[in-house]
């Protein structure tokens, strides 16, 4: 069995995310009874026909106020066996911290649209928001077809408008579906309703889809070191690639060389370790090894004190401002030097002397650091080539190397 | 074998961020152990972690309501993985008779919540690993990985930092409050048993079916019941959960005995 795919369900306020993701989890016969009967309790009391959104929105006043308040997941499998987790985010500007947080642990995205409504604002930060994070893969959802009758006609102009912006962006999303999540509308199957329909249905989509893959090269993240009857071991994740006992490896920010004396793992040595595992590494030469270390064998991991970067801010961020920057677990004080660009929706004037003041945007920047940070290109999914920037012990901004 | 390769990536995950809360806490850490076939596997995570040894203190909350099996597993295991085992008991809501007959809302807070919140206290510790998990329960599918209680124990839902990847969370908070840090937050019942079944790990004989019936959730024996069942092996209960459409607390009184009881449990600082 391979491990399971995770998708996060973005989209604007009331496109139907949640009702989506409740809808599948039924249609799947992925739900328990007890969680049905919590809904029905609790749709019974606020005197409402059953809500599939409930099953993700748990809180009182999620329901009450018939909103998402905060992200959640689910775990889904089709008749096939391929198992999915379901990513629910909340779609109002305000909880777009929440979103980022959902969003980032997802291998592919399904936008969910309102077909009633031409393309909202939010609907675009979602998708510029997953560009970001280099999640490529994306299922376009038109929603609410049961509203115009199941028309065709309503269908293709949402699409051709939503085609248009993914182009202006330079994306291309995967799948372009008619959906009606309320009424189970081409979510497992093809629906009678939608005889036009040319597409497949979303369970369909959803399993020509596979996770991301991690590099090849080795890539083991020092955590910290242990010291166990007097000998000190670095433990930490393997990001990347695979080693064995004598392999010859490298040591960032040091440079320096070393061999693979022994591979901890629990209470035994182990002579080979590969991605994903945690281990302990014991090297012919300890010294100087702390947390944040790299220890690779290859030369893309590069020392810089000067990274040039994509980001999202969540707070309004000056040039000059003092940020501490986090990569895996390295931990350097840095600075915004310079910003190139700044966009939004569409692009802002360029060079301005300062960021607005306003939050959820992007920039393009050079951010200096008083150490070197050892860093990568990002490709998509490597972790050292994305990074968060914390002000005041809050994450302020994610990004990525450019 | 390969069946299960994607087990590595759930414990690798967990230990992650044991280690994570580790290097911020040091001896301000803490593991919750009910015994329960979660926090045990919490547990074994730890011994990985740590590659073997268990730096930090196990708390078991007792509220003298468990069952007896419980407490012969706790003290085998406390001997046998050489821990510094913690029993935290409210004295003096027991003295007082605290029991379901009072309310079960009122029984669960002050014989499990108040308990935790005094041998905090008593202990000065800032940061406890806990073994929930999204798939039991809709409100806990809303929590972070690193979670804060603030000085009066309360879960401010409204308000979650932000965790990124896989990679960083809020580790760090202020004076009088405590996090809560949940390793196991992405298994599901199902890899809790393959994982158990992988890794060999004991567990309390209550979920093995027996005349007809097994627990499938312990909490305290007046508020579990047991659900019919022929799984008698780990390897029928894997069975046994991949088919059923009944939820995994079903035998939880807690769970069910009036609207949201959990979220206004979990805002009170309950586990």
Not at chain 1, 118 to 147: A, R
Not at chain 1, 176 to 195: H, I, Q
Not at chain 2, 242 to 252: A, L, P, V, W, Y
């Amino acid at each position: 069995m391979n491990n399971y795919l995770k998708v996060a369900i973005v989209g604007a306020v009331d496109s139907g995310k949640s009702t989506l993701i409740g809808r599948l989890l039924y249609e799947s016969g992925s739900l328990h009874h007890g969680a049905a009967n919590d809904v029905e309790n609790s749709c019974r009391l606020l005197g409402r026909d059953f809500e599939f959104a409930y099953l993700l929105d748990s809180f009182e006043e999620e329901r009450r106020d018939q909103l998402t308040i905060d992200t959640t997941q689910v775990c889904c499998k089709s008749k096939n066996g391929k198992e999915f987790i379901f990513i629910d985010v909340p779609g109002h500007r305000e909880l777009i911290k929440n979103m980022l947080c959902g969003a980032s642990y997802a291998d592919i995205a399904v936008l969910v649209m309102d077909i009633l409504k031409p393309i909202e604002e939010q609907t675009k930060l979602h998708v510029l928001i997953l560009k970001l994070l280099g999640i490529k893969n994306i299922i376009l959802v038109l929603n609410k077809i049961d509203k115009v009758n199941f028309k065709e006609s309503a269908f293709v102009e949402s699409k051709k408008s939503i085609d248009k912006f993914f182009q202006s962006i330079g994306l291309e999303p995967g799948y372009c579906l008619a959906v009606s999540a309320k009424e189970g509308c081409n979510l497992m199957d093809k629906s009678k309703e939608t005889p036009w329909y040319q597409g497949i249905s979303l369970f369909k989509a959803l399993e020509k889809y596979s996770g991301k893959l991690p590099d090849t090269h080795f890539c083991f993240s020092t955590q910290d070191i242990y010291n166990i009857d007097g000998q000190k071991i670095a433990v930490g994740p393997i990001i990347s690639g695979r080693i064995k006992k004598g392999d010859t490896v490298k040591v960032l920010p040091s440079n320096r060389k070393s061999k693979i004396k022994t591979i901890r793992s629990f209470d035994k040595n182990k002579s080979k370790a590969a991605v994903p595992e945690s281990v302990g590494l014991i090297l012919d030469n300890m010294e100087s090894i702390s947390r944040g270390c790299i220890i690779s064998n290859s030369s893309i991991p590069k020392l810089a004190t000067e990274i040039k970067v994509k980001i999202f801010c969540l707070v309004s961020l000056n040039i000059g401002q003092k940020v501490k920057i986090k990569c895996l677990n390295q931990d350097v004080l840095g600075q915004i030097n310079k910003i190139n660009r700044i966009w939004e929706l569409e692009a802002r004037p360029s060079s301005p002397e300062m960021m607005l003041e306003n939050d959820a945007y992007f920039a393009e920047a050079l951010i200096t650091t008083d150490k070197p940070l050892i860093t990568e290109q990002f490709k998509g999914s490597n972790s050292l080539g994305r990074f968060i920037l914390e002000n005041d012990k809050e994450i302020c901004a994610v990004g990525i190397i450019s | 074998m390969s069946r299960f390769l994607y087990l590595n990536e759930l414990e690798s995950k967990s230990i992650y961020i044991i280690r994570e809360a580790y290097w911020q806490y040091k001896n301000n850490l803490a593991i919750l152990w009910s015994m329960g076939k979660d926090s045990t596997t919490l547990l074994h995570l730890v011994r990985k972690a740590f590659l073997g040894n268990v730096p930090i203190p196990a708390i078991h909350i007792d509220t003298g309501f468990k069952f007896k099996e419980i407490y012969e597993f706790r003290d085998k295991y406390e001997k046998k993985w050489s821990l510094r085992l913690i029993v935290a008991k409210n004295d003096d809501a027991i003295k007082d008779k605290m029991s379901i007959e009072k309310g079960r809302f009122d029984c669960c807070n002050v014989l499990k919540t108040a308990t935790l919140s005094q041998v905090i206290t008593r202990h000065g510790f800032k940061a406890l690993l806990v073994g929930i998990r999204r798939d039991e329960h809709s409100i806990r599918a809303k929590e972070r990985y690193f979670s804060l209680r603030n000085k009066e124990f309360k879960w401010d839902y409204q308000n979650q930092p932000l965790e990124v990847w896989s990679e960083y969370y809020k580790t760090k908070q202020n004076r009088d409050t405590h996090l809560r840090v949940h390793p196991l937050l992405h298994w599901r019942e199902i890899d809790i048993w393959r994982y158990i079944k992988r890794e060999r790990l004991p567990i309390v004989n209550l979920y093995l079916s027996r005349n007809g019936r097994r627990y499938r959730s312990i909490g305290c024996q007046c508020c579990c019941e047991p659900i019919e069942s022929t799984a008698n092996s780990i390897d029928k209960i894997i069975k046994e959960i991949q088919h059923t459409d009944i939820s995994e607390r079903s035998g939880r009184s807690q769970d069910k005995e009036k609207e949201y009881m959990m979220q206004k449990l979990r805002s009170l600082g309950y586990m």
